[in-house]
């Protein structure tokens, strides 16, 4: 295992159990998001930092599990939840269920969900992520990430990580950590 793969993992599971436990305990006196506190992040010159709102993201074109293409120019004009995420992680376990349930409530509504697969990460390769595909029934496009490119692109350290795209294909929120249903209706309705 490469330092860099190694790096994410140990990143990625000490950020993913503190927010599990501080999205728990949210979850328990859920009250709506302010949309001012919504995506806090802000536009930066400083590259290491990954991308904030306004930028636009790099385009990618991936393959599906399915076999089928997704490049992301091509959903233009549609609000996107373009998340980031990985079979083994904890957080991305408890948001998948939210994401799928999301996704077939609003699939008519202009909104597309892309949960890309940060196959370079995954010890069990694109088995595991068939396995994880199957067992929570997910239904949205899954692109696999097999090269690693698009997670450096996006500079993705902890997981998952959602970028929320406007119509335009600019960044109009960005969420690091697990949500569920409720937040991301919220947060999509923000979107322009």
Same mark, same amino acid.
């Given at each position: ?11 990625? &599971? ?29 536009? !930066? ?9 306004? !930028? ?134 923000? &979107?322009?």
């Amino acid at each position: 295992m490469n330092k860099k793969v190694f790096g994410y993992i140990i990143a990625t &599971l000490l950020i993913g159990t503190l927010v599990v436990i501080m999205v728990k305990t949210n979850l328990e006196k859920t009250e709506p998001i302010p949309t001012e506190q919504l995506g806090t992040s802000q536009p !930066d010159t400083d590259t290491t930092k990954g991308l904030g709102k306004g !930028d636009t993201p790099p385009d990618f074109e991936l393959t599906t599990v399915a076999g089928d293409q997704v490049k992301l120019s091509d959903l233009k004009g549609k609000k996107i939840i373009l998340n980031f995420w990985a079979s083994w992680c904890g957080p991305c376990k408890a948001e998948m269920p939210h994401m799928e349930q999301f996704y077939k409530n609003n699939k008519n509504e202009n909104v597309e969900v892309i949960a890309v697969n940060m196959t370079t990460t995954e010890k069990m390769g694109v088995d595991a992520v068939k396995d994880f595909i199957k067992a929570y029934g997910l239904t949205f496009p899954i692109p696999l990430d097999q090269d690693g490119a698009v997670m450096d692109a996006y500079k993705i350290i902890p997981i998952p990580t959602t970028y929320l795209l406007n119509t335009d294909g600019t960044i109009g929120q960005q969420i690091i950590g697990p949500m569920d249903e409720k937040i991301m209706k919220q947060v999509v309705d923000t &979107l322009h």
